[in-house]
Structures are given as structure tokens and as C-alpha cells.
């Protein structure tokens, strides 16, 4: 099934799998009409606010859990505030995977990273190559901006067919990267016939993801939004990029979205390591395969986000700031509702949100400086994922103390610091 929305159209309703083409999609859970996640806004702009449907739904035929529309991808990723080194968390991950691919891959590899954001993942590959390092970003202005020498950044989307001149310009490169991006792709196949164009015969595709039993055991249902049409497993993925004859022998752990998998595969089989059979084997004792526990999981979802509006209406006369206006919070946030009122404001470390609003509820987002005080009485955690980070900020950088609020993983606490 080869998807493409022309430039005018918005979204369009999703009727067979992305993966398998089957037509028996099955409804999960239906978190309402909502904006994107990263439409961030001026205070002042009275245009129309376009939302559409975010529903999650699962393939009876290959189990592949995925959303119900396709978003345009130029209506998400051309104007996009979302990087990856704003957080201490994401930057010490991208030192680290950087060593562990270089210890993997050949000698000095050329590379190149789908979705490369910032360039922080990049910058760090210096350190152990002087093989050609490139990256390809839709995102305008973050990839623009971008001036590092020694790294070559493309502002587009990737595709079969930019993949074609990207060869032809700077030939084969011996990895292939794609960080927690093949779940916004509606046209998977696509993407993966690109992929095959470029890897050189002897190359390793690294591929991170936020793994689908952990949004399901652990209740993250704020990671549901239009950017992300996939919610992988390791199965889903596998199976997704066998149509190339990638095969995965190793698999690594990552902090990021709450709980990710790093799958390493390549086109010559490997024999596969210990740690990835173990996950594997831990997958398949995880539910991911099963109707039962995804409709289990909406429910439960449902049951959060009831606690969550019946606390905030019972505390409308507390002084209660939002930390983190992440995609996870717009989620989070459009689904409480009015509930969401409670809360005066949003605090985020990236300067490139500050003066906005967020999508849908237009809480004014600014610097944790400016809006975390003496007088606020409580911070509510949005992106949870980040809780000891901003934990540890608000305590020992803005020196405040009082009461937080996490409403995920699983049921809210609070807490005093």
C-alpha cells in the first residue's frame, strides 16, 4: 500500500494495514479530535486551529498497532520545535549509542542519520570516524541552522526517491540511523526501499523506537500522537524491514520516550547476541501479540485521565504550573480537557518554545526561571520519562520546593521535594 497525500490535502482515514494491507483494523482507544502535538502558537494568532481524529488502532491479521489517519508530514515536520539536545537525558544517550555503534560498525564509517534533528547524535560520531558524516531533516529551521564542520545536513524528507540522488551525490555509507522516526513515516515500505538503495553491502542499519510492550504494560498513552503512525515491537520492526533483507542481530536499551529499543541489524545474517534473544524471549511473554491487553490498556487509559481531571477540578484554587510542553503533554493535556485549565502555565528548558502557546488547551509556555517561583504551590510532571531530570532541576538549579504531580506511568501520585 504506497501512501502520498498531495500538498493540499490534510489527512487522510487509514483502511488497510500499513504493514500487511489487511482491512481488519480494529479500534483501540479514541483520545478525540485533537491538534498536532508540536503546532505550537503565537499568543495572538486567531487562525483556526486544525485538529483531526487520534485513534489508535491494531491489525487483527499481523497485530502491527498504528493510528487510524495519515497525517500530511508537511503539515507536522516543516515547522517543528522538537530537539534532541535540549534534555541532559537525550544528550548523554546520544554519547553513549554513538560509542556502542562505533564499536559495531566498520572502521572509519560513513554515515548517514534519517531525521537528524539538531546534528547532537552526529557531532558525537566525530569523535570516533573520519568517514563522511550526513544527515537529512524536514525540519526547516532546526536543520537550517545547522552549521558544523564536518557535517553535511540536507533539509528534506527522506524517501526512495531522495535516496536515489543521495547516491548518486555521495554514493553508499556503511550506517544507516533512524532515531524514533519510522514510527511517523505513514509510508513505511517507502522509507525502507531508500534505505536499501544507500547501505553498502557490508552495512548495519541502527533503528530506535519506543517499544510497543512498554506503552502497553506501563500505560503511556500520552506517547500517542499524529506524528507517530507505528507503535512498534521488536516483531512489527523485524518484519518491517525484512522486505530488504535486513536482519536483526543485537539490540541495545535506550531512556528516551520512557523505554526504547536500538535494533542493529544488517544484510549479511549475524549470529544474534545473547541480549538480544533475551528481549526477544521477554517480548513474547509481554501481551504486545494480544487484543485482550490493548483494549485492557484503553480502558485503564480512560481511568487515568478521570483521576487526573477529577484531582485538577478539586484543586482549581492551587497555584500549579506544567512542566515540559513536550508532544507527550499536548496529548496528555487535549485529552484532560478543561480539566486542563488548572494549570496557569507551562515551563520548558527550549528557548525555541518560549513566548508560545500550546496546541489545543493555549497554556503560555516559558522558561522554568520565569514561571517556577516561591508562590507556586505545585508542579505537574507532563513528561514523565524526564522525572528525575526535572526533579533534580527544580530542586537544585531553581532551588524551589513543593508538591509534584506525576500523572503517569500507571496511576498519579504526588509527592513533596
Not at 151 to 170: G, K, R
Not at 223 to 245: D, K, W
Not at 351 to 380: A, C, Q, R, Y
Request: with cysteine; glycine share 6%; aromatic share 8%.
Amino acid at each position: 500500500m504506497m501512501i502520498h497525500l498531495d500538498s493540499d490535502e490534510d489527512f487522510e482515514t487509514v483502511t488497510n494495514c500499513r504493514i500487511c494491507e489487511s482491512p481488519d483494523l480494529h479500534e483501540i482507544l479514541d483520545l478525540g479530535d485533537q491538534p498536532l502535538a508540536n503546532a505550537l502558537r503565537a499568543p495572538d494568532d486567531n487562525s483556526v486551529e486544525k485538529k483531526f481524529p487520534l485513534v489508535l488502532s491494531r491489525c487483527r491479521n499481523c497485530t502491527t498497532v498504528q493510528l487510524s489517519i495519515n497525517v500530511n508530514p508537511k503539515l507536522m515536520f516543516q515547522d517543528y520545535f522538537w530537539v534532541t539536545g535540549t534534555t541532559a537525558t537525550a544528550r548523554e544517550h546520544c554519547r553513549r549509542l554513538a560509542s556502542e555503534i562505533s564499536k559495531i560498525s566498520s572502521t572509519n564509517p560513513s554515515i548517514l542519520e534519517i531525521g537528524s534533528n539538531d546534528g547532537t547524535l552526529l557531532k558525537e560520531f566525530q569523535k570516533f570516524t573520519s568517514g563522511a558524516l550526513h544527515g537529512v531533516d524536514p525540519a526547516i529551521d532546526i536543520s537550517r541552522s545547522i552549521e558544523i564542520p564536518g557535517i553535511n545536513v540536507i533539509t528534506d524528507f527522506f524517501s526512495s526517491s531522495f535516496a536515489s540522488d543521495f547516491e548518486q551525490d555521495h554514493g553508499l555509507v556503511d550506517v544507516v540511523i533512524a532515531r524514533n522516526v519510522l514510527s511517523h513515516v505513514p509510508d513505511l515500505r517507502d522509507v525502507f526501499l531508500g534505505i536499501d538503495k544507500i547501505l553498502s553491502t557490508s552495512g548495519i542499519f541502527v533503528v530506535e523506537f519506543h517499544e510497543a510492550s512498554r506503552i502497553l504494560n506501563e500505560l503511556h498513552y500520552d506517547s500517542i500522537y499524529h506524528e507517530h503512525t507505528f507503535y512498534h515491537s521488536i516483531r512489527s520492526m523485524t518484519e518491517a524491514q525484512a522486505s530488504i533483507g535486513l536482519v536483526p542481530f543485537d539490540i541495545l536499551e535506550s531512556p528516551i520516550s520512557g523505554g526504547s529499543h536500538i535494533l542493529i541489524s544488517s544484510r549479511v545474517a549475524q549470529p544474534p547476541t545473547t541480549r538480544f534473544l533475551a528481549a526477544i524471549e521477554l517480548e513474547d511473554t509481554s501481551s504486545v501479540q494480544s487484543e485482550s491487553a490493548w483494549m485492557n490498556f484503553a480502558r485503564l487509559a480512560n481511568e487515568n485521565l478521570e483521576e487526573i481531571r477529577d484531582f485538577l477540578k478539586r484543586n482549581t484554587g492551587t497555584t500549579i504550573k506544567a512542566f515540559g510542553a513536550s508532544a507527550r503533554s499536548s496529548t496528555l493535556l487535549n485529552a484532560i480537557g478543561a480539566s486542563s485549565k488548572a494549570l496557569s502555565g507551562i515551563a520548558d528548558n527550549n528557548p525555541l518554545k518560549w513566548g508560545k502557546v500550546s496546541p489545543g488547551t493555549h497554556l503560555p509556555i516559558n522558561s522554568p526561571k520565569e514561571l517556577i517561583n516561591d508562590s507556586i504551590e505545585m508542579v505537574f510532571i507532563c513528561p514523565f520519562n524526564f522525572e528525575s531530570e526535572i526533579v533534580n532541576y527544580l530542586k537544585n538549579t531553581l532551588g524551589w520546593h513543593g508538591k509534584v504531580y506525576l500523572p503517569l506511568p500507571g496511576k498519579p501520585r504526588i509527592y513533596t521535594i
